[in-house]
């Protein structure tokens, strides 16, 4: 029997995920146990709760993926798990989890970087990216672009100051009562309303970095000082000013560095405006947009897994261990 299949496992945040995926990014099977309703009374992740949902789920998350898939162990080249970055204790879920199964089946065990793994996510089921690429990673952690000539070379080109642009979008969930995650509910209320309302786009001007407190602080001292406003408006003002300010941060790297592919990926890229944005823009540039499909845009194990391909063809040694403040270069 071939060991053709590898076995991605993904517990950084609120989500445990396993999938197994083949080494073309064809998923076998992706098996996702959300923690939403735990945190959602929290308004946010409650990492000591996290740890506690990912100790109960991680196995049987494991056996659905494997059980979907039809296979057993056998057929794993190898195991893939994120290491990084993500919360201390959901990460050493997995990394145990992945390192006593590694060895009771005899299979090798690769730390991830999750960052790496979104990546990913736009290849897999069907190769999109060409290079050179301009790449916009936008999720709940991390909100940066970054250029990529090859498969194997990436470069920082600009990365937030200080919030994300998804960590945006909860809090300003969580100012409006829509709960949590903020993201797809604030995007379907804005839908419903009028970007009436002037909010600032930090750093719209200058360069590739992003900054996104200030805009949060002001949807705060804006519903703080007008309650009879409409929410719906709030929310599609709030969105305005992040589209803009994403996609002209987008169109400046394009322009600075002549690309074959926009790639945008990370939970925020599920955004239908930002999907929107992006497609008018990309058209008008004639550059390719690429977007992994809606189910691999947020948390994921099959990323993992396709990563994980990566890391056994570029011989990277295997390190398992848990590594909080990895970056996109980073392995
Ligand atoms: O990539 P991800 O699943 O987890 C991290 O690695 O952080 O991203 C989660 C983030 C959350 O902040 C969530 O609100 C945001 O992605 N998100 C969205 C949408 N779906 C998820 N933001 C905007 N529009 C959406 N439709
Ligand atoms: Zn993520």
Redesign the pocket.
């Known amino acids: 029997m071939s060991r053709d299949l590898i076995l991605g496992i993904e517990s950084s945040?609120d989500d445990t995920a396993a999938a197994v995926v083949d080494a073309d990014g064809q998923v076998r099977s992706s098996v996702i146990a959300t923690q939403t309703a735990i945190h959602a009374e929290w308004g946010g992740v409650y990492p000591e709760f996290a740890s506690r949902a990912h100790v109960d789920s991680i196995v049987p998350t494991i056996a659905k993926a494997l059980a979907e898939a039809g296979i057993d162990a056998r057929r794993l080249r190898a195991i893939g798990v994120t290491r990084g970055p993500g919360l201390i204790g959901p990460l050493l879920v997995g990394l145990n989890t992945a390192a006593g199964l590694g060895m009771g089946w005899g299979v090798p065990v690769i730390g991830i970087n999750?960052l790496r793994g979104?990546l990913r996510s736009a290849d897999l089921e069907q190769k999109r990216v060409r290079f050179p690429a301009i790449i916009l990673l936008v999720?709940?952690?991390h909100s940066f672009l970054a250029r990529m000539t090859g498969p194997g070379d990436i470069a920082l080109l600009g990365s937030t100051r200080d919030d994300s642009v998804?960590?945006a979008?909860?809090k300003v969930g969580r100012m409006l009562g829509l709960g949590y995650?903020?993201?797809?509910v604030?995007?379907r209320l804005a839908a419903t309303g009028t970007a009436s309302i002037p909010f600032p786009r930090p750093l719209l001007a200058e360069g590739l970095e992003f900054s996104f407190s200030g805009l949060k602080s002001a949807v705060s001292r804006y519903v703080d000082k007008t309650p009879a406003a409409p929410t719906a408006d709030v929310a599609a003002s709030f969105v305005a000013a992040c589209m803009e300010v994403m996609l002209s941060k987008c169109r400046r790297a394009l322009d600075a560095f002549p690309s074959a592919a926009l790639v945008i990926v990370?939970?925020?890229s599920?955004?239908?405006q930002l999907r929107a944005g992006a497609t008018t823009l990309c058209a008008e540039l004639g550059v390719e947009l690429c977007l992994p499909p809606l189910r691999w845009s947020?948390?994921n194990a099959a990323m993992i897994a396709l990563a994980t391909w990566d890391y056994l063809q570029l011989e990277r040694p295997p390190r398992p261990l848990p590594q909080l403040n990895l970056a996109i270069g980073d392995y």
């Open positions: 945040c999750h979104h999720s709940g952690g998804g960590e979008y909860d995650p903020g993201g797809p604030v995007d990370g939970g925020v599920a955004s239908p947020t948390d």
